[in-house]
């Protein structure tokens, strides 16, 4: 029904950057907040970076100064500019969306994952 799809992950050296971006499709109505998480190996998910409609964002606080989100509306995708990586930055970065799709019963909001893109830092 709603599919996110990731790109931009890779291999870099420490200090370089990469760009990160997700495309939501499918039968949408709306999205209100969009987000990254990451998890590395042997760690829990966490959240990385997340914007709402109206554009306002949050940051770990990790990759405050680093990292920047942003997102258009019009095409159903967020973005994640990363800047300065670490080695600890290496992980699994997951995209999050919060859909809302029309039913018979109204609108409903459901919160959708992508597959996921290896983000690899290199000491």
């Known amino acids: 029904q709603v599919q996110l799809v990731e790109s931009g992950g890779g291999l870099v050296q420490a200090g370089g950057s990469l760009r990160l971006s997700c495309a939501a499709s499918?039968?949408?109505?709306?999205?209100?907040?969009m987000g990254w998480y990451r998890q590395a190996p042997g760690k829990q998910r966490e959240l990385v970076a997340a914007?709402?409609?109206?554009?306002?964002?949050n940051y770990a606080d990790s990759v405050k100064g680093r990292f920047t989100i942003s997102r258009d509306n019009g095409k159903n995708t967020v973005y994640l500019q990363m800047n300065s990586l670490r080695p600890e930055d290496t992980a699994v970065y997951y995209c999050?969306?919060?859909?809302?799709?029309?039913?018979?019963?109204?609108?409903?909001?459901?919160?959708?994952w992508g597959q996921g893109t290896q983000v690899t830092v290199s000491s």
């Open positions: 499918g039968s949408i109505f709306s999205i209100n907040a």
């Open positions: 999050n969306a919060e859909v809302v799709l029309r039913t018979d019963w109204g609108n409903k909001q459901y919160r959708y």
């Open positions: 914007i709402i409609s109206g554009g306002s964002t």
